[in-house]
T-cell receptor, first 115, second 111 residues
């Protein structure tokens, strides 16, 4: 596609339920990142996929959070047993990481609200 | 790991005035410093970047300066316009992992 696509754009879920957030990166981009942005706050790093390397999971806030990237393309971020503090905008970005220090393109984000 | 601090958190200027946003970083291995602009309801978008081998870069009304010795870099917007109103994020990149972002600056340009 023309850009990074995230779905759904908005998700309201009940506390305790699991949610899956999807990211379709730009075709050919080998690096994929997930960030979380709480209301009025900065971008909190969650996880980073780079080609076939083991992902950098150092930003995941708890074991309720996990992510996978299938076939080096689409990524899914899963949050189990959601809590109210998980409410935020989840942003995905991708980059052509074969070229070092290259632009990261962001999707429009998924706004998650846990009620 | 890298830590990026950004100031101010909010900035209000009159249309036509200049705006300056400053960032500091901790990891001397950082060699790439992009700036992103985020408009309401949208994802961040790159507006300018600078690599460690240069001290200044300009693109029309925006410029970025880098002082590697002091580990700080700044975004300068001249002749501000209402459409410049947005949240701006600086970031540092060591090339070893994902970008580390500053906490953001909400810029409001008053017409």
């Amino acid at each position: 596609g023309a850009g990074v696509s995230q779905s759904p754009s908005n998700k309201v879920t009940e506390k305790g339920k699991d949610v899956e957030l999807r990211c379709d990166p730009i075709s050919g981009h080998t690096a994929l990142y997930w960030y979380r942005q709480s209301l009025g706050q900065g971008l909190e790093f969650l996880i980073y996929f780079q080609g076939n390397s083991a992902p950098d999971k150092s930003g995941l806030p708890s074991d309720r959070f996990s992510a996978e990237r299938t076939g080096g393309s689409v990524s899914t971020l899963t949050i189990q047993r959601t809590q109210q503090e998980d409410s935020a905008v989840y942003l995905c970005a991708s980059s052509l990481a074969r070229v070092k220090y290259t632009e990261a393109f962001f999707g429009q984000g998924t706004r998650l609200t846990v009620v | 790991g890298e830590n990026v601090e950004q100031h101010p958190s909010t900035l209000s200027v009159q249309e036509g005035d200049s705006a300056v946003i400053k960032c500091t970083y901790s990891d001397s291995a950082s060699n790439y410093f992009p700036w992103y602009k985020q408009e309401l309801g949208k994802g961040p978008q790159l507006i300018i970047d600078i690599r460690s081998n240069v001290g200044e870069k300009k693109d029309q009304r925006i410029a970025v300066t880098l002082n590697k010795t002091a580990k700080h870099f700044s975004l300068h917007i001249t002749e501000t316009q209402p459409e410049d109103s947005a949240v701006y994020f600086c970031a540092g990149d060591t090339g070893r992992r994902a970008l580390t972002f500053g906490s953001g600056t909400r810029l409001q340009v008053q017409p």
